[in-house]
């Protein structure tokens, strides 16, 4: 009968000692030096540059074809020990195109061969985050379920960063693979789950200090004062990070549905809101110079994948349950909370009404639950009316006259899966 991995033992001689050491060990590595990744030179005209480049990425294919055809042993000593393997597997999750993030064909189209490298390193890379990602590869390899929990969690094999790079960069195209491989890795390790609502309260943290360089002690600064405090790069390094985080986020939620509630309650939609309703104060003021006109784009997707993420938060953890009467008077309050900081912030209702409808949220609460009564109802469908009248797009400004909507609409009301 077989016998997992984690409990498999051998004896090593040092001299006149006799040692019994688990097979999974350090000395079971043969060292393999792997090559970090580097994405595409930006200068395409830079022959040096892309020779080095080619050459790399055809190392890291080799490296990866080595590494996928090692036994499950020699697979696993390699990936737990290897430093090597870790800065490499670290330098292409950090580094590797995100999809909001895609380089021009025209560049890869001038470089033979270069797109089909870029896509076999991807193709090798996901098949080992696979397999790292694999309890069990068949009855003769394989760990017990707390082993591998402990082996991917002791030796740093997957942290939640990581979790979010491979997300980030293969959930669209492989949601269905990736939603068993995640939901593997934190049902057989508890740790995870902990550890991300440690790394959502650092997003937190960052995003705090991210923003404050926009905010005075008093509160946010007049808008013709912040483009002379705050340099056109800064601002555009704020944009680009809150297209990457939400993008990021949304990836991730995308294939671990279960994590939503975890964002929900360490508050991170509070947090999101304010985040963006700064950049929006920043970005009234910046389109008056033609230097921000260049990242209208970057600028609509950050918006949706920002407003989108929101919805998805506020819909699944709090509408979702109401549909199926489960805590209700819990999950208004929610609501109500959340609807009392928008009042504040309404250049972000505003954006928000762009793709969804507040009001009509309200009415199917209304409606589902008879919790809020007509005077609520007024109040909060007025400063819905009064933030797309300030701050709404035009298209926005035309839902200025609402109809009625039913709780059989709220599916498409909210767009979730």
């Known amino acids: 009968m077989a016998v997992p991995l984690d409990q498999q033992f051998k004896i090593e001689k040092k001299g006149i000692i006799e040692e019994r050491i688990p097979v999974l060990h350090l000395s079971g590595m043969d060292q393999h030096y792997f090559v970090t990744y580097v994405p595409l030179p930006i200068d395409i005209e830079d022959g040096a540059a892309i020779e ?3 050459e790399r990425m055809t190392f890291i294919c080799d490296d990866l074809t080595w590494l996928l055809q090692q036994n499950h042993t020699k697979f696993w000593c390699e990936v737990a020990f290897n430093k090597d393997f870790h800065s490499m597997l670290d330098s292409y999750l950090r580094y590797a195109t995100r999809p909001q993030r895609t380089i021009s064909l025209d560049n890869y ?6 797109k089909e490298l870029e896509e076999k390193v991807s193709r090798l890379m996901f098949m080992c985050i696979l397999r790292l990602s694999t309890h069990k590869e068949s009855s003769e390899n394989f760990f017990t379920p707390q082993g591998f ?4 969690y002791d030796n740093y094999i997957f942290d939640i960063p990581r979790l979010f790079d491979i997300c980030s960069l293969y959930a669209v195209n492989n949601k269905e693979l990736l939603s068993k491989m995640i939901g593997n890795i934190f049902k057989q390790q508890e740790g995870y789950t902990k550890d991300l609502k440690e790394a959502i309260k650092s997003i937190k943290d960052v995003i705090t200090k991210r923003i404050k360089i926009f905010h005075t002690q008093t509160g946010p600064k007049k808008l013709n004062t912040i483009t002379k405090t705050s340099s056109m790069e800064e ?7 809150i297209l990457d985080l939400s993008c990021t986020i949304n ?3 995308f294939v671990y549905p279960q994590g939503r509630i975890i964002f929900f309650d360490e508050d991170f939609h509070s947090t999101l809101i304010q985040l963006f309703e700064t950049f929006l104060r920043i970005y009234e003021r910046a389109q008056q110079s033609n230097e921000i006109s260049d990242h209208i784009e970057t600028f609509e997707e950050a918006k949706y994948e920002t407003i989108t993420l929101f919805n998805d938060l506020l819909a699944s953890c709090c509408i979702d349950p109401l549909l199926i009467n489960e805590n209700k008077s819990e999950n208004v309050e929610s609501i109500i909370n959340i609807l009392s900081l928008l009042i504040t912030e309404k250049r972000f209702l505003a954006a928000y009404e762009d793709y969804f409808s507040l009001c009509q949220i309200i009415d199917i609460v209304h409606q589902t639950t008879e919790l809020l009564d007509d005077q609520q109802i007024k109040f909060y469908t ?4 009064q933030a797309i009248e300030i701050h709404g797009t035009p298209s926005c400004k035309r839902k200025l ?3 009625k909507t039913s709780v059989s609409d ?3 009301i909210i767009f979730i899966s």
């Open 52 to 54: 080095q480049w080619i």
């Open 109 to 114: 189209s001038s470089i033979s061969n270069s």
């Open 149 to 152: 929990g402990h082996v991917i």
């Open 235 to 241: 601002i555009i390094d704020l944009l680009n990070y």
């Open 251 to 253: 990836r991730f939620l």
């Open 382 to 385: 007025d400063v819905v009316k």
């Open 401 to 403: 006259t609402p109809e």
């Open 410 to 412: 709220f599916a498409e």
